[in-house]
């Protein structure tokens, strides 16, 4: 079955802009988180997402913003980048409610760097 | 700061060798769990031990947790040139609250 699904691979914008993150979870997973990577802060917490509902955020100012569909899909925006927005992007999904519980399976990113 | 310290950040053994790599963290626990990671893609599930278990093994890997000294070692056994990659280990902190805290990492690198 298809694993976790991240669009686009690759991502390159320019300061100022907005940009747009998309993940498409593992068929039937209902638990979408998202982390940002940077080689100076390490894997960090941004959102995760159980049925449509936001149910933790990270310590990230409010131009990081989420969302979660029906279908289980998920989106991550972020508005007005600014260069350390640089990072790998990573979505995860989970069959389980308490999806910490029993760990998560990886989506292979998003890397996006901002100019 | 991260809740989970890793040691050592770099470790570079022959194949065939054993690579032990290990984890400290802070605060009370429920469950560590470890990922592998290939040249900055997304990280791969390994195991997971719940804060009741000392051991658990999983094909070469094997997995130790000490609750009384907040720290966990994985063990890698007869090493591959495949298991060269970054290993993170990631614990849940607070029931429910769906947020794993990473650590840091440890780049093994395995010479043929």
């Known amino acids: 079955k298809a694993g976790v699904t991240q669009t686009p691979r690759y991502l390159i914008k320019t300061r100022g802009q907005q940009v747009t993150l998309s993940c498409s979870p593992i068929s039937g997973h209902r638990s979408v988180s998202w982390y940002q990577q940077t080689p100076g802060q390490g894997l960090q917490f941004l959102f995760e997402y159980f049925s449509e509902t936001q149910r933790n955020k990270g310590n990230f100012p409010g131009r990081f913003s989420g969302r979660q569909f029906s279908n289980s899909r998920s989106e991550m925006n972020v508005s007005t980048l600014e260069l350390g927005d640089s990072a790998l992007y990573l979505c995860?999904?989970?069959?389980?409610?308490?999806?910490?519980?029993?760990?998560?399976?990886f989506g292979s990113g998003t890397r996006l760097t901002v100019v | 700061s991260q809740q989970g310290e890793e040691d050592p950040q770099a470790l570079s053994i022959q194949e065939g060798e054993n690579a032990t790599m290990n984890c400290s963290y802070k605060t009370s626990i429920n469950n560590l769990q470890w990922y592998r990671q290939n040249s900055g893609r997304g990280l791969v599930h390994l195991i997971l031990?719940?804060?009741?278990?000392r051991e658990k093994h999983s094909g070469r890997l094997r997995v130790t947790l000490d609750t009384s000294k907040k720290s966990s070692s994985l063990l890698i056994t007869a090493s591959r040139a495949a298991d060269t990659a970054s290993y993170f280990c990631?614990?849940?902190?607070?029931?429910?609250?769906?947020?794993?805290?990473f650590g840091q990492g440890t780049r093994l690198t395995i010479n043929p």
């Open positions: 031990i719940r804060s009741n278990e």
């Open positions: 995860a999904s989970s069959l389980a409610r308490q999806a910490t519980a029993y760990g998560y399976t």
């Open positions: 990631a614990t849940e902190i607070i029931q429910g609250a769906q947020k794993l805290v």
